[in-house]
């Protein structure tokens, strides 16, 4: 449909987690990685990764999720943290807290913990003085109680 397109660098889906698949342990990622089994322990995008994450309807994590680009419409025991975007489709399912830049959230999904937006980090400017000095450049302003 119209404005409907997807905007944003996220990486190749580059692992698949096929149905009936159960792992036990930590995974690390890079690209991207889709879920239609289930993980009991923590899923990670590595430092700096455009990767993205997607659980499909059978798809369930019991542990927590860190990644850039979250698409939910299966089931995530534990505290999700997404640095970019997610998306929580019609049967997702978050029970514990998620922390969030931006969101979107259709009819029926469902959040059992507390949802907390996370401002993007933004790199002060660095400038370099005479002296050669690194300083990051701030700005704070503050106006006298009336």
Do not use: C
């Amino acid at each position: 449909m119209w404005g409907n397109s997807k905007k944003g660098k996220v990486g190749k889906i580059q692992t698949l987690i096929g149905h009936g698949t159960e792992i036990k342990g930590d995974i690390s990622f890079v690209s991207g990685l889709h879920l239609d089994g289930s993980i009991e322990g923590n899923l990670l995008a590595a430092e700096g990764a455009q990767g993205v994450v997607i659980i499909s309807e059978q798809g369930q994590v019991s542990g927590d999720v860190h990644v850039p680009y979250l698409i939910l419409n299966g089931t995530v025991n534990g505290d999700v943290h997404v640095s970019e975007r997610i998306e929580l489709h019609q049967k997702a399912r978050v029970n514990g807290n998620v922390y969030y830049n931006l969101m979107e959230m259709s009819v029926g999904a469902e959040i059992n913990g507390n949802m907390v937006h996370k401002k993007p980090l933004q790199s002060p400017r660095l400038e370099h003085d005479k002296d050669k000095k690194t300083k990051a450049e701030t700005s704070i302003s503050a106006k006298p109680a009336s």
